[in-house]
């Protein structure tokens, strides 16, 4: 591929100052089971190439399925003059420091290959697991899916950039609704797909799976029974798999330097946070330290380039509660003077590269879930997140959760439904009070983060403990 | 248009039916099957701050090949590139791996197979700006201005093809713009502007539109405390909260599996207001009326009339686990081409009648916070405005909702207004969208506000 990749590029009749083609290759194969019946078995072939083209200081690209060698041919001309219409009104006269030269390989970390279960085999795993959520009566509906892909990257360049890469990954999901009259309870195994890891089928099925599929179906129906979550400010315990949802919309968009740049303003939308804030801004609690990084084995958005050939390493974002690095790619490094990361990312070949968190992981600290709860004497403890809203500037936010426990006197006591909470983002990470050990931390990632024009869902990864904030408000839904 | 997507719009048609053709002739009379095709051949042009931040084409098409068997089935999807003897090869290798899969699943008790005779053809032809007019066009008029956002446009066809002899073809030659413009306080309003013939004139007028607009929000913010207050929602808003009926709404499935926020209304325990009458009304809608099995839906469904939940989505798949007619409606159960039809509320009455309270454009980012009970938490965004005595006093910072659809479209419903606006879809993940809505606004009395 790389020869034929670069031959194509070594060809062309365009005077560029810079050509570069990304080729994809994506298999997946996915199964969802609903109420004990399949709903889909489901495979799909992709792929395709993103040529880009730099000149007169302006990326053009050209996107095409079509991998002949004349049809890649045709979308570098294409590109070329894409480029040329639009130098003119650039935003920004870019040069070749934002493709630089690197070759290399990066491969996902796995045991087993994605050929290890014949869909029969996870036809019948799925089955069994939507069995088993099926604890009582009061289950309205189950469902289990799993998916798997295998992503290959090509990314070569005029000025010798040849990077493999190759992705295994895993996303698995079950849940169940419990119904009793018009009340009903979701609950889900920490959200939709929040189990989507690189690897291979030794991920699925886990030696915890039947303990997790068992407790999802016990507490759905708990939950129809549980009091609403009370209405107050108290102190909110949230777990890992809720954590993901806080650290993604409240520190991973904000900090992304495109949306600063303004160029997210029409969709997305931008930040409350300013060029000027990095190396100043006091983002939240001094417990709070988060990082970049790309490097956590098995973790769903690792690499080891991102889309334009820069170099992933592990960097500090917010470190003792300071801002020190926004999550911007070489383009906004070069149109911002602000330290960035290596995230330049496309969902796909047919989408260019723009701005995205890859994992985005809150650092551990140094008390036990134990002795977090024992130094509460009264608030709430949330799990698995099930909605979520944030403004356009990543300032005013309100996430439900599936699950709640009061918290009294140092002790988990009665179970809450509908637990919810809403705060303001400078103000929520200020208060943040006590943060989890190592052995409170958990990994959890999703396929769904949306952003961009046109549009994109890539994958990306969030690892944290649990974690205590104080005076937040919390709050039920309806009696 | 370049001359290579002119020949691939040519040949798509063509070579779909080949491909279907070929499948046909390689599967045993024991076996069912559907292709459907999906494609574009689509320039997207980003801007920010009236300049251009990205630029390019793509030009995709997937198949999806569905076999069907002995009470089972799986699905396949492959390029397509509009070359019979480059997607051939893909798409045969795809139907043995299927042939291969099928045998080894598990009944599908609920399987749909192709039956009907219903054939479509369906061409809009359109007249779009040409690649290298994009950037002077669009950025002459607002080079002065803080102008962002996104150009999408060029054909996008869709086909469908099955072993009962069904055959559709869709194609649509369109453009979008999508665009903000900012004040120096970062202070916005929105516009959208699409159609199949690009039309500068009023493409002129939406950008005075919009700069006539930015001149209200100059005076000061107004900040609003949280509290209940009399609301005017703008027909773009009323899109926001229309998306939500598509989102554990009124779908057959979901209503069943306890995942609607208008199971409530279904058991009689909760009611909506006899204004409100939402519909599936395809009569002008940029979108296939075939589904994914090859059916062609009614060209109006009520869904909702005078209050009443008359009509769920209801797709052949549910209609056989559930025992219920279907309305052909997507796999999904989603609405394509929503309408909610219009009330009293005259232009020139909209902010006599409300008075006192808020004046709301847009909203973003809505999500369910009580999804049972139909609650809708979300920001408002762009302009929106503060109204005392009938006139527009201060744009507003923006404020949190949290407010239950059974309150905007029930109890608290006042009015729609006579007029609608179509909003178009311009969502573009993986690839543009079809289709749009037709909204009036609405006045609400007691809309909650929370942050």
């Given at each position: 591929?790389?020869?034929?990749?670069?031959?194509?590029?070594?060809?062309?009749?365009?005077?560029?100052?810079?050509?570069?083609?990304?080729?994809?290759?994506?298999?997946?194969?996915?199964?969802?089971?609903?109420?004990?019946?399949?709903?889909?078995?489901?495979?799909?072939?992709?792929?395709?190439?993103?040529?880009?083209?730099?000149?007169?200081?302006?990326?053009?690209?050209?996107?095409?399925?079509?991998?002949?060698?004349?049809?890649?041919?045709?979308?570098?001309?294409?590109?070329?003059?894409?480029?040329?219409?639009?130098?003119?009104?650039?935003?920004?006269?870019?040069?070749?420091?934002?493709?630089?030269?690197?070759?290399?390989?990066?491969?996902?970390?796995?045991?087993?290959g994605l050929d290890a279960l014949s869909p029969a085999e996870l036809n019948q795993i799925l089955l069994r697991i939507c069995d088993q959520l099926k604890v009582s009566d009061s289950i309205a509906q189950t469902t289990a899916s799993a998916r798997s892909h295998d992503i290959e990257t090509w990314f070569v360049s005029s000025n010798g950039s040849e990077i493999y890469q190759r992705d295994y990954v895993i996303e698995t999901h079950f849940g169940t609704i419990a119904q009793d009259g018009p009340?009903?309870?979701?609950?889900?195994?920490?959200?939709?797909?929040?189990?989507?890891?690189?690897?291979?089928?030794?991920?699925?099925?886990?030696?915890?799976?039947?303990?997790?599929?068992?407790?999802?179906?016990?507490?759905?129906?708990?939950?129809?029974?549980?009091?609403?979550?009370?209405?107050?400010?108290?102190?909110?315990?949230?777990?890992?798999?809720?954590?993901?949802?806080?650290?993604?919309?409240?520190?991973?968009?904000?900090?992304?330097?495109?949306?600063?740049?303004?160029?997210?303003?029409n969709y997305a939308g931008g930040s409350f946070i300013q060029l000027e804030d990095f190396g100043s801004l006091d983002y939240g609690s001094k417990l709070m330290n988060v990082t970049f990084d790309p490097t956590v084995a098995g973790e769903l958005a690792s690499y080891g380039f991102d889309d334009v050939g820069a170099t992933a390493t592990r960097e500090y974002l917010i470190r003792a509660g300071k801002l020190e690095r926004g999550l911007g790619g070489l383009e906004s490094?070069?149109?911002?003077?602000?330290?960035?990361?290596?995230?330049?990312?496309?969902?796909?070949?047919?989408?260019?590269?723009?701005?995205?968190?890859?994992?985005?992981?809150?650092?551990?600290?140094?008390?036990?879930?134990?002795?977090?709860?024992?130094?509460?004497?009264?608030?709430?403890?949330?799990?698995?997140?099930?909605?979520?809203?944030?403004?356009?500037?990543?300032?005013?936010?309100?996430?439900?959760?599936?699950?709640?426990?009061?918290?009294?006197?140092?002790?988990?006591?009665?179970?809450?439904?509908n637990p919810n909470y809403r705060s303001v983002t400078p103000q929520f990470w200020h208060s943040l009070s006590q943060v989890g050990d190592r052995s409170t931390w958990e990994i959890y990632g999703t396929p769904f983060c949306g952003k961009g024009e046109p549009n994109q869902l890539i994958r990306v990864g969030h690892g944290a403990p649990v974690c205590a904030f104080e005076a937040i408000e919390v709050f039920g839904g309806a009696v | 248009m370049t001359s290579a997507v002119v020949v691939a719009k040519q040949l798509a048609e063509k070579v779909f039916g080949e491909l279907a053709d070929a499948i046909a002739s390689h599967l045993a009379g024991a076996t069912d099957f559907t292709l459907s095709l999906s494609g574009e051949n689509s320039q997207f042009t980003r801007f920010n701050r009236a300049h251009v931040r990205q630029s390019g084409q793509v030009n995709d098409g997937n198949l999806l090949l569905t076999l069907m068997q002995d009470d089972r089935t799986a699905s396949a999807t492959v390029p397509f590139v509009g070359e019979f003897e480059t997607d051939w090869p893909l798409l045969k290798t795809a139907l043995?791996?299927?042939?291969?899969?099928?045998?080894?699943?598990?009944?599908?008790?609920?399987?749909?197979?192709?039956?009907?005779?219903?054939?479509?053809?369906?061409?809009?032809?359109?007249?779009?700006?040409?690649?290298?007019?994009?950037?002077?066009?669009?950025?002459?008029?607002?080079?002065?201005l803080d102008f962002t956002?996104?150009?999408?446009?060029?054909?996008?066809?869709?086909?469908?093809?099955?072993?009962?002899?069904?055959?559709?073809?869709?194609?649509?030659?369109?453009?979008?713009?999508?665009?903000?413009?900012?004040?120096?306080?970062?202070?916005?309003?929105?516009?959208?502007?699409?159609?199949?013939?690009?039309?500068?004139?009023?493409?002129?007028?939406?950008?005075?539109?919009?700069?006539?607009?930015?001149?209200?929000?100059?005076?000061?913010?107004?900040?609003?405390?949280r509290g209940q207050y009399r609301t005017y929602l703008a027909p773009a808003a009323v899109a926001e909260l229309l998306h939500m009926f598509s989102w554990g709404g009124v779908g057959e499935a979901d209503l069943q599996q306890g995942n609607s926020a208008f199971g409530l209304l279904r058991q009689g325990q909760r009611q909506l207001s006899p204004k409100f009458t939402l519909q599936e009304n395809f009569e002008q809608a940029n979108m296939p009326r075939f589904n994914g099995y090859g059916e062609v839906a009614p060209l109006q469904l009520p869904i909702i009339q005078q209050g009443q939940l008359v009509n769920s989505l209801v797709s052949s798949r549910s209609a056989k686990e559930y025992k219920t007619p279907s309305n052909y409606a997507s796999r999904g159960e989603h609405l394509r081409a929503p309408e909610i039809l219009t009330g009293s509320l005259t232009a020139d009455q909209i902010l006599p009648r409300l008075e006192r309270g808020l004046y709301l454009s847009n909203l973003h980012y809505l999500n369910w916070s009580d999804h049972p009970n139909g609650r809708v938490t979300g920001m408002t965004r762009y302009a929106c405005f503060w109204v005392e005595n009938g006139e527009i006093v201060a744009p507003i910072e923006n404020l949190r909702f949290d407010e239950s659809l059974y309150h905007c479209f029930g109890d608290g419903l006042m009015d729609l207004t006579t007029f609608q606006e179509t909003i178009p879809e311009i969502d573009t993940y993986d690839c543009r969208g079809l289709g749009d809505s037709r909204v009036p606004g609405i006045l609400v009395d007691d809309f909650t506000y929370t942050l």
């Open positions: 591929m790389f020869k034929f990749l670069s031959d194509v590029v070594t060809t062309a009749t365009v005077s560029a100052d810079w050509i570069g083609i990304r080729a994809v290759k994506d298999t997946t194969k996915a199964c969802a089971i609903r109420d004990a019946h399949p709903e889909s078995n489901t495979q799909r072939f992709g792929h395709g190439a993103m040529v880009e083209v730099l000149a007169n200081g302006q990326f053009g690209y050209s996107a095409t399925n079509n991998l002949s060698e004349s049809s890649l041919a045709a979308a570098i001309v294409s590109a070329y003059g894409q480029a040329i219409a639009a130098s003119d009104w650039a935003v920004h006269s870019f040069t070749v420091a934002a493709r630089p030269k690197a070759t290399g390989n990066y491969v996902s970390p796995h045991r087993k009340t009903t309870q979701l609950r889900t195994d920490h959200g939709y797909l929040a189990h989507s890891y690189q690897g291979g089928w030794e991920l699925f099925p886990g030696l915890d799976l039947w303990q997790r599929v068992q407790q999802v179906g016990e507490q759905a129906v708990e939950l129809l029974h549980a009091d609403n979550c009370p209405d107050l400010a108290t102190t909110l315990v949230l777990a890992p798999d809720q954590m993901m949802l806080q650290i993604h919309e409240s520190i991973g968009h904000p900090l992304e330097l495109d949306r600063i740049l303004g160029d997210e303003r490094q070069q149109r911002s003077h602000v330290p960035g990361v290596a995230n330049s990312r496309a969902s796909s070949w047919n989408r260019p590269a723009i701005d995205r968190m890859a994992n985005i992981n809150l650092e551990p600290g140094d008390r036990t879930f134990e002795d977090i709860i024992a130094n509460i004497e009264h608030g709430i403890y949330m799990e698995t997140n099930r909605s979520w809203s944030i403004d356009d500037q990543r300032h005013k936010f309100q996430f439900g959760c599936e699950y709640g426990k009061l918290i009294e006197n140092g002790q988990l006591t009665r179970t809450l439904k | 043995a791996e299927l042939q291969g899969m099928v045998p080894q699943l598990p009944v599908d008790p609920f399987l749909v197979l192709p039956t009907g005779s219903a054939t479509s053809r369906t061409v809009h032809q359109g007249e779009i700006l040409a690649v290298d007019q994009i950037a002077s066009t669009l950025l002459s008029p607002v080079n002065t956002g996104i150009y999408a446009g060029g054909l996008i066809f869709r086909g469908y093809a099955d072993s009962a002899g069904q055959r559709h073809w869709f194609e649509s030659t369109s453009y979008s713009l999508d665009f903000s413009l900012f004040d120096p306080q970062n202070r916005a309003v929105k516009g959208t502007f699409a159609g199949n013939q690009w039309q500068q004139a009023k493409f002129l007028d939406k950008i005075d539109q919009a700069k006539h607009q930015l001149t209200m929000m100059a005076r000061p913010a107004k900040t609003i405390e």
